[in-house]
């Protein structure tokens, strides 16, 4: 065996090791639904996940624009992919700003460290999260930014809590995810999107979050909502 297939195997087993372990505390709503992340094709996901064709691509300055971030402030792009928010992100909070580009996988993180290197963009920390915990350093957060990501937490009620933690008192989690309910047709929505948003509204609601608002007419395929940590812990 080369040296290259002995690391990635050691990896897909500690990996698999990890997911036992968390398994034990909470069970996976999605078993596996990450597995390919752990060694992507670089190529044919920068080719999804940025292309003219993808809603989230063609609306990209329009939605950063509905973020409402202001220079200064602290991002977690959480479940970064390709980090095509992170790049806009970067711009948006300026100099004295943080972005921290969370993902699961660490190929996604490398070539994001790379971009941002090649693209001078000091402001941006990657950051390697598990299946249950986004691993964000502790009340520093300004806004959490979860985009066509939430159907992949496979322990949601522990990865929302992590992400609360990381938030500021008054911070905002801001979750795009694909429309699912009644009238959805689209055969891979239904397969690959665990619930529709009036579930998903109800889990982050029991983790503490209360719901700001929802941008609507932005999307077509998805939904954009806005949630707040209260300002301040309730006695």
Known sequence: ?????????????LFTATLGAIAGQEKSVRPGINDTFQSPDLKEWVTKFEGENRENFAKRKEIVAACKIEPGMTVADVGVGTGLFTRLFSSAVGEK??????????????HIAAR??????????????????ARLPEGTVDLAFVCDVYHHFEYPH??????????KPGGRL??????????????????HVRAGQNVVEKEILSA???????????????????????????K
């Open 97 to 110: 700003g943080t972005v921290y580009a969370n993902d699961l996988s660490p190929k996604f993180l490398e």
């Open 174 to 191: 801001i979750v795009i995810d694909f429309v699912r309910d009644a009238s959805t047709r689209d055969p891979w929505i239904l397969q």
């Open 208 to 234: 503490g979050f209360q719901k700001a608002n929802e941008v609507e007419g932005l999307l077509r395929e998805s939904y954009m909502i806005v949630f707040q940590k209260p300002a301040a812990e309730a």
């Open 158 to 167: 522990k990865m929302l809590a992590s992400i609360f933690k990381s938030l």
């Open 116 to 133: 941002a290197k090649e693209m001078k963009l000091a402001n941006v920390k990657t950051v390697l999260g598990q299946p249950a915990d």
């Open 1 to 13: 065996m080369s040296q290259r297939l002995l690391v990635t195997a050691v990896a897909a087993l």
